[in-house]
Nanobody, 116 residues
Framework: QVRLVESGGGLVQAGGSLRLSCAAS???????????MAWYRQATGKQRELVAV???????NYADFVKGRFTISRDNAKRTVYLQMNSLKPDDTALYYC???????RGQGTQVTVSS
């Protein structure tokens, strides 16, 4: 069974940076490499938002509200996907989690809190 574990969240001041990681276990590198991996976020009282997607073919998609600030990347050998977040804003405060697109497989999430 595939398991996703996020890490790297925390409390940061506005303008700061964080790097989130999502490590997959229970899956081979070859299988992981064909997954489209995504980062989502959900703030308290708000709907879930798609933040970024790294498709298996290499295509990247970003939500407009993070373009130019966040970068998604992946290391298939480590079965890990990353989210580098720069120029953080208080509105970025949310629970961030990774998801294997097209499935219900997702991690528990890591909390990101940005203070003003």
């Amino acid at each position: 069974q595939v398991r996703l574990v996020e890490s790297g969240g925390g409390l940061v001041q506005a303008g700061g940076s964080l790097r989130l990681s999502c490590a997959a276990s229970g899956v081979s590198e070859s299988i992981f490499s064909i997954y489209d991996m995504a980062w989502y976020r959900q703030a308290t009282g708000k709907q879930r938002e798609l933040v970024a997607v790294f498709k298996s073919g290499g295509r990247l998609n970003y939500a407009d509200f993070v373009k130019g600030r966040f970068t998604i990347s992946r290391d298939n050998a480590k079965r890990t996907v990353y989210l580098q977040m720069n120029s953080l804003k208080p509105d970025d405060t949310a629970l961030y989690y990774c998801n294997i697109e097209g499935t219900s497989m997702r991690g528990q999430g890591t909390q990101v809190t940005v203070s003003s």
